[in-house]
Structure formats: C-alpha cells, structure tokens
C-alpha cells in the first residue's frame, strides 16, 4: 500500500510540543509500547492505555505506513516498590496462590490477551518476554558497564546518573531534586540515591533468578524494555509509548540505558496516555475503586466501552462512570443501527456485487483511497445518476474532518464526531427516500473505513437477509419472477398464494408496492 501523504502531528513528550510525524525511514515505523506486569487480570485503565495504542497503530497502517508493533510482556524483575526495594510482583503472587512464578505469568498472559481481543485490539506482531530476553539484558548491562555508566556492588549493578548528564531530560527532572526526595535507607548500597538496578543479586528463595557475570540474580525492571525494543527495532526508532505515569522513573531509565550504551539517540517521539478516575479519584487496589475488565464486560459491551474511551482524548484523563457508560452505550447504538440498516438493505445483493459496487465506488469519494485528493464541494465530473450526490459530499465531508481530527496527534473525540454527522445525514438520506445501493455503498464504506478500521469499533451484521453470492441482477430476476407468480395468482383469485409469496418477500427484507404502473419492490 502507498504511503497516502499526509499532515500528522504528534504530541512528543521529549519535546512538550506537537511536531509533525516524520519516521526515521518511512514508510517503515518502529513502535514500542509497555506491556502489562502479568500479575492479576487487566483493568480499565489497561484498556484505555492500549485500546489509545491500538487506533494510534491502526491510523498509521490506514496512512500507509508499515509499522512493527512491539509490546513487552514483563513476567520478572517488576518490584512492588520502585526504588528497587520490595518484592518481585510476579513472584509475590506466586507465593501466594504457592505456584510457580511462571504459572502465574502464564495465566495472566493469557488473560490480558483474552481481553483484549474483546476489545477488539490488534495484537501487537511481536509480544516479547522479559524472562525470554536474559541474555540480551546481561548484554546490555555489559556495554553500559564498559561505557563507564554503571557500577557493580555486592552482585547488584547500578545506573550511574552521575555520569549521564542527559538524565531527566524526558520528565524534566532534576539530580539534585531526586537526591533531596530520596529516603536515606535506599540511598546505602549507591553511589546517588537516583541511581537505578540494572541487575539485582537474587536473595536466598528468589526463585526466578540466572547467572551473570556479576552472580545469580535478575534484571531490573526497566531494562527490559531498552534491551528488547532495541533487539527488534533498532538502537534508534520512532515511537515510544506508555502511560504518564511510567515517563518517571521507568521511561527516563529506559532513555539513559539505551543511549548510554550505545551513544545514539533512542526513540524520536514519546507517546504518553492518561490514565483512568473513578468518580474523579485515582484507581487504585487499595482505594477500593478497581474495576477489572472481566467485570466491567459483564456489565458493558466491549464496544461500548471502547468507545467510551476514544470519547476522549488519549492525553486526557478518563473518569470511569456509570453515567458517562450509559452515555457511550446510547451513543454506540446510534452508530450501529444505522450501520447495521446500510448493511441490511446491501446484503441482498451479495458478496459479489457488493464487492464490484464497492470498488468502483471507491473511484466516486476520493477520500476513500486517497484522502489527500478529497474534493469537499466539487463532485467528480461522472457521476452515475443513481449515485445520490449528497451522499458523496456528506461521506467526502466526514472523511476530510475525520482525517483531519486524527492527523492532529490523534483526537479521537473530534473524528468521532466526524462520524456521528455521517450518522445523521445517513439517516436523513435514507429516511427521505429509498436508496440506490452504490448510495448506499458509499456511506457504508464511510462508515467502515472510520468506525471500523481506523477507531476499531466492530458492529455485528445482521445476516438472516444475506443471500450469499447471488449478484443483484439474479436477485432482480428473481423477485420479478416471484412478483409475476403472485400477479397471476390474483388473477386466478388465488389470494391465498399471492399473499404467501408476499409474506416470504417480506422475511427477506423485500417490500411489494403496488401501483399504478404495476408492481414495485424494495428492500425494508
Ligand atoms: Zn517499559
């Protein structure tokens, strides 16, 4: 597919501005986001985190742009404390529910995927494991070690920030202001209370531990996600993303890992999300406000919660509320049954067709192959006279604002309601007077290419009235012979026929009318 051209801008957090998206060698893109810590079932704010991802991946695929998708699965080294204090998270549960680590990280890998294909994200093309990766975490503290960054102590090896004048350029955070906020305990083993684990010497029972050169132990959290972004992507690629809360410490070690090993620069742009409140409050386990995906699906459809989320923007925050959920669910009805009416009255005609028809209408909306060449006012010079032209400029319309909307670092809230005016003059259009099918076909194409590839949001068609590969003029022939079957029955006074052949026109969505100049037929 050719990069269509585009003018996307994207908010990068190294720089606090919106600059425009230019990869490093387009049309490649390399994109790394932070997966989840496999230790319990996703929640809600996981959701809004990757469900943001998952459309910022799928408009960069709809603009053309090859992009490899890596998400880690972090399964060891995720400390309950950050200041590389506390418990292994993963082996903490373990103990608990006495498995082994490796038992839950499994489990609740499958989890997190399970409800994300609810959700309908894509799956990431490569989902590395930090328990996987050993070897090129031990390789990556070596390079770091012989680059002077890093110092070992009793089997523990540190990040020297000392030494790395660049630290804190991501969250803008001083040296000297991290050393007054640290606490004196964590500051007895390093040289400078920010210095960070690269490796940690395992303690007696630590069960998920390897050898190094440094002794038995294991890699600290962040660096997982320099050594493993870095062995698919390149030392240097394009898009980092994560949540807000990670760009300290977690993001800015990732920085000072990659860069001091290998004196080039990481990542172009940094993407952060916002995370999720519940009736304004932070989440969290021990509020007692944590809403975990499998409970929030007994209640919402995963679309309405998907589409809850692209509400608002990936920058914002999002409070979680049973209102705001009722809201998105009436709002994803509307959506769906004018959806679901275009694809009822086109699937009478077949896969086929539908398909020639789509195709050759595709060349009648440019947005709808080359967004760049959208006409908003003007019309192509031919249109065929069964195309209704307002169908054309509402979807050609509703394209450019849509497209629009997303070139602007991504504002989902705005293309949404792009989409939300495609609803309202479809229904208009459709409620005046009966539509040919290319009409419809392009407002249907509209619709897909939006709601469908682009924000993910899937609608369930209603296939009883399909008629499987049958093209329209075999459908016509076949509801004119039907018709002439019935006309004769009257004829004969045979209501009893001619009023059965109506009722089976009408199972499959077809409406006799009779007239003046004899009968018509159309779909419901
Ligand atoms: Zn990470």
Not at 25 to 44: E, L, Q, R, S
Not at 142 to 158: D, Q, S, W
Request: charged share 25%; hydrophobic share 40%.
């Amino acid at each position: 597919m050719a990069l269509k051209p585009n003018n996307l801008h994207v908010y990068n957090t190294l720089s606090r501005s919106k600059e425009r998206f230019e990869p490093l060698a387009p049309p490649f893109v390399g994109m790394y986001v932070c997966g989840p810590t496999v230790y319990g079932d996703a929640h809600i704010g996981h959701a809004k985190s990757y469900v943001s991802f998952d459309v910022i991946v799928r408009y960069l695929r709809y603009l053309g742009y090859n992009v490899r998708y890596v998400q880690n699965i972090t399964d060891v080294g995720h400390l309950t404390d950050d200041a590389d204090q506390g418990e292994d998270k993963v082996e903490r549960k373990a103990r608990v529910e006495q498995v082994h680590p490796m038992q839950i990280a499994e489990k609740f890998t499958r989890s997190y995927f399970e409800d994300m294909d609810r959700l309908n994200l894509l799956r990431p093309d490569i989902s590395p494991r930090a328990s996987g990766h050993i070897i090129e975490q031990i390789e990556l503290v070596k390079a770091i070690l012989a680059r002077g960054h890093a110092y070992e102590t009793g089997g523990n090896v540190y990040f020297d920030v000392a030494s790395w004048p660049k630290y804190g350029k991501l969250s803008g955070r001083n040296v000297e202001e991290m050393q007054a906020g640290a606490r004196v305990e964590v500051a007895a083993e390093k040289r400078h209370p920010a210095d960070f684990a690269l490796w940690k010497r395992a303690e007696p029972g630590h069960i998920m531990q390897w050898p190094s050169p440094w002794g038995m132990g294991y890699p600290g959290w962040h660096l997982e996600c320099s050594a493993m972004s870095m062995k698919y992507l390149g030392e240097s690629f394009d898009i980092h993303g994560g949540g807000i809360e990670n760009q300290f410490p977690h993001h800015e070690d990732e920085i000072a890992q990659a860069e001091a090993a290998t004196g080039n620069p990481f990542v172009k742009y940094w993407l952060h999300n916002n995370m999720v409140t519940v009736g304004g409050q932070k989440m969290g386990k021990s509020l007692g406000n944590f809403i975990t995906l499998k409970d929030a699906f007994k209640k919402w459809d995963p679309m309405v919660l998907r589409l809850f989320i692209l509400q608002s923007h990936y920058r914002s925050p999002l409070d979680f509320s049973d209102e705001a959920l009722g809201a998105a669910k009436s709002g994803y009805e509307r959506l769906r049954t004018t959806v679901d009416a275009l694809q009822k009255r086109l699937s009478p005609y077949g896969q086929k067709i539908f398909n020639e028809i789509t195709a050759s209408v595709k060349s009648l909306v440019p947005g709808l192959a080359v967004p760049d060449a959208i006409v908003v006012h003007g019309l192509p010079e031919t249109v065929p006279s069964n195309v209704n032209k307002d169908a054309i400029r509402f979807a050609s319309e509703a394209l450019m604002q849509f497209e629009r909307a997303m070139d602007d670092d991504f504002n989902t809230p705005t293309a949404l309601a792009a989409i939300f005016d495609l609803v309202r003059d479809t229904n208009r259009l459709v409620s005046e007077a009966p539509q040919s099918v290319g009409t419809l076909c392009i407002l249907d194409i509209a619709f897909r290419q939006m709601a469908g590839d682009v924000l993910g949001l899937v609608f369930e068609v209603d296939s009883t009235v399909a008629t499987g590969g049958l093209d329209s003029e075999a459908v016509s022939v076949m509801i004119d012979t039907l018709i002439a079957i019935r006309n004769g029955a009257r004829k004969d006074k045979n209501f009893a026929l001619a009023d059965d052949v109506r009722k089976r026109l009408d199972k499959i969505g077809i409406v006799l009318e009779d007239t003046p100049e004899g009968t018509k037929w159309r779909f419901k």
